[in-house]
């Protein structure tokens, strides 16, 4: 089982070893220029267990890959194409083979509170990331053309869902 927690350290355990406490357990954050990296939304992948991935806190281009049967562990970047210029972060949902799907959360109006995402997946072996496209419209009432992007989840049992 992969997590992190909300002082952003994610960590492996492995249930089969039934853990008592998070001690027996396996840290995932590295050190990144004397500063502990704090990370978010790790997630392994389906067909092996021994690579995980991450997005570092901050980091809104790309994300990273843990290989843990490497010793020492192997930590590889992956750079994102087709951000939006105020994305907030990336949250990987699925990783199976060379197949990774995310959203790309961003913020709309850099004046904005208010987060929104479109749904992305990334080829390993291309290094290429395909996105969705917005959803445009006229307003009715203001006769201004709106966008969007909240177009639901890009996995359904198993099948993928590609713009």
């Excluded at 590295?30 to 690579?51: F, Q």
């Excluded at 995980?52 to 049967?69: A, E, I, K, Q």
């Excluded at 290094?127 to 969705?132: N, P, Q």
């Excluded at 009432?141 to 969007?148: A, L, V």
Aim: hydrophobic fraction near 30%.
């Amino acid at each position: 089982m992969a997590f992190y927690l909300d002082n952003f350290k994610g960590y492996i355990c492995d249930l089969d070893k039934t853990p008592k406490s998070l001690d027996e357990c396996r840290l995932i954050n590295r050190t990144v220029d004397g500063a502990d990296e704090k990370i978010r939304h790790l997630i392994i992948d389906k067909n092996n267990k021994d690579i995980l991935y991450f997005n570092p806190l901050g980091m809104t281009d790309g994300f990273m890959r843990v290989d843990t049967s490497k010793t020492p562990w192997e930590y590889t970047k992956f750079e994102m194409q087709d951000n939006e210029p105020n994305t907030y972060s990336l949250a990987m949902t699925q990783i199976k083979d060379s197949f990774v799907t995310y959203l790309n959360i961003y913020l709309p109006d850099e004046t904005m509170d208010s987060r929104t995402g479109k749904v992305c997946f990334y080829r390993l072996d291309k290094k290429k990331s395909y996105c969705s496209k917005p959803i445009t419209w006229i307003d009715a009432e203001t006769g201004k053309e709106e966008s969007k992007y909240d177009q639901s989840h890009a996995e359904f049992w198993g099948h993928y869902l590609a713009w």
